[in-house]
């Protein structure tokens, strides 16, 4: 799938099919993962890949519910990772990207874990589209208790997580702003 | 250019031509950008497009390491600024992605990692780095300078930040791949001690 196409047409997907995924695909979406860039190479991620039903289903429990008005409604997610037949983990080190070897930040931002895992997760989720697979960049969760599920030493952080599996609806097209509302021209504001 | 080719040959560039890139090519990188996903569809991301010699310039010397004792030195990723046509500055809104919905001004953040501003302007960033590969062109993603520095230079409003550089140019050279784990070291199975 030509590049563009699948940053366009990669959709969040929170309904799959049970169809298995395949080694050979599951290492594909990995690789892409493992090629994207990062503060001075560090590498910060660590992925998780989780096809045990026992405890995809206890990480499951583990996001936060959704409040609308009043309600708090269970996280769309949270089915969606009982059915994918596969949940990959994002994890990653603390205190390695964006700092100097002395352990102090080089930014204002301090650790640059999310920035870098994101790097990689957006190049993960495009190459499942590219495979005709979906996944579904979830957050909301409690990533302490992931963690103690998940076994994930000190020194690492459960970031965040997605399904990986065959998509069971289309997606929704979420509204994006327009280029105008979010992009400026030599100084910010001006346009 | 094929999706996984894409990913795969992409490469941070610090040596560029001084050939133009039009308008039309940035364009479909900032969409490229746009088209992201982020925390509950918030899109915090704002994209300030530097074409501005003067402008790009004055960046450039905001890099860790442009000055030594105060005086500029010849630093290549400066070199690369003030080459290329056009310096893409990724900067973010604050305390929207991460938070509750409804309140704007909300610093009520969901989860223990805050605002999860640099998680999603990464997002865009890749596919605007994979964007650029796409149309022949390079880039490389710069953290590494005072942002409080270049957010004063753009007159970046009060709730919003800096995040990183994206010099847009041609490359005048390939790169070389810095080497990766292998998927055995960042990989585990079901759970880490497995």
């Not at chain 1, 995924?21 to 560090?42: G, I, R």
């Not at chain 1, 994101?118 to 979906?134: K, P």
């Not at chain 1, 599920?149 to 459960?158: E, Y």
């Not at chain 1, 069971?168 to 992009?183: E, F, N, S, Y």
Request: aromatic residues 8%; hydrophobic residues 40%; contains cysteine.
């Amino acid at each position: 799938m030509d590049v563009f196409e699948a940053i366009k047409s990669r959709r969040s997907i929170r309904k799959y099919k049970p169809d298995p995924v395949s080694d050979d695909d599951l290492q594909k979406v990995l690789e892409a993962a493992h090629w994207a860039p990062s503060w001075a190479n560090t590498q910060c991620w660590r992925f998780i890949v989780v096809r045990s039903p026992e405890i995809k289903q206890k990480v499951a429990g583990t996001l936060n519910r959704v409040q609308i008005g009043d309600d708090f409604l269970k996280n769309a997610a949270t089915e969606a990772i009982r059915q994918a037949p596969v949940l990959i983990v994002a994890c990653a080190q603390t205190g390695i990207a964006g700092y100097n070897r002395d352990g102090t930040p080089v930014t204002d931002k301090d650790d640059w874990l999310l920035f870098d895992v994101a790097l990689a997760v957006q190049n993960l989720t495009l190459a499942a589209c590219a495979l005709g697979m979906g996944t579904v960049i979830v957050g909301a969760f409690d990533a302490k208790k992931a963690a103690e599920i998940l076994d994930v030493p000190d020194g690492c952080t459960v970031v965040t997580m997605t399904p990986l599996g065959y998509p069971d609806h289309t997606g929704q097209i979420p509204p994006r702003k327009a280029l105008g509302d979010i992009v400026y021209k030599d100084t910010f504001g001006k346009s | 250019m094929e999706l996984f080719e894409a990913i795969s040959t992409r490469r941070s560039i610090r040596r560029y031509t001084a050939d133009p890139v039009d308008d039309d090519k940035v364009n479909k990188i900032l969409e490229a950008g746009r088209w992201a996903p982020s925390w509950a569809n918030t899109q915090c991301w704002r994209f300030v497009v530097v074409r501005d010699p003067e402008v790009k310039a004055r960046i450039g010397q905001c890099l860790m390491g442009a000055k030594i004792e105060g005086k500029a030195v010849d630093n290549p990723a400066t070199k690369a600024i003030n080459t290329v046509p056009v310096l893409i500055v990724v900067c973010a809104e604050m305390n929207k992605s991460g938070c509750k919905p409804g309140d704007p001004t909300s610093k009520d953040f969901v989860t223990d990692k805050g605002d999860w501003f640099m998680f999603d302007t990464a997002l865009a960033s890749q596919n605007m780095v994979l964007a650029a590969h796409g149309l022949g062109l390079a880039t490389v993603i710069m953290g590494a300078f005072d942002a409080p520095a270049v957010e004063e230079i753009l007159g970046i409003p009060k709730g919003y930040r800096v995040v990183v550089l994206l010099p847009l140019g041609v490359p005048t050279w390939e790169g070389k791949a810095p080497p990766r784990k292998t998927l055995d070291e960042i990989v585990v199975h079901d759970q880490w001690d497995s």
